[in-house]
């Protein structure tokens, strides 16, 4: 039997945790990823992976946080182009 009170106060962010873990775990084991976690990763697979998470978390930050702000007050705060774009600068 489902606990209708558990599925009411089940939060977004609750939902889209557990809605997206699969694709997370999915995510973290591809090679790429599992490069930037070795501990002999080299500047230039760091550098790769940056590129490749740049334009993903670009198009989100555009097109998805705009429509998150009365979900999350503190979306704006949780932008992280700059710091890649830094990183990728270096």
Same mark, same amino acid.
């Given at each position: 039997?489902?606990?209708?009170?558990? !599925?009411?106060?089940?939060?977004?962010?609750?939902?889209?945790?557990?809605?997206?873990?699969?694709?997370?775990?999915?995510?973290?084991?591809?090679?790429?990823? $599992?490069?930037?976690?070795?501990?002999? !990763?080299?500047?230039?697979?760091?550098?790769?992976? $940056?590129?490749?998470?740049?334009?993903?978390?670009?198009?989100? +930050?555009?097109?998805?946080?705009?429509?998150? +702000?009365?979900?999350?007050?503190?979306?704006? +705060?949780?932008?992280?182009?700059?710091?890649? +774009?830094?990183?990728?600068? !270096?």
């Amino acid at each position: 039997m489902i606990n209708e009170n558990a !599925v009411c106060n089940e939060t977004f962010l609750d939902r889209l945790k557990n809605n997206t873990s699969q694709s997370h775990t999915n995510l973290e084991n591809l090679p790429v990823s $599992l490069s930037i976690v070795n501990p002999a !990763v080299t500047v230039n697979e760091y550098a790769h992976y $940056l590129n490749l998470m740049y334009a993903v978390i670009k198009d989100l +930050e555009e097109n998805i946080f705009p429509c998150l +702000e009365g979900v999350i007050p503190d979306i704006g +705060e949780r932008r992280k182009t700059g710091f890649l +774009e830094n990183d990728l600068e !270096v």
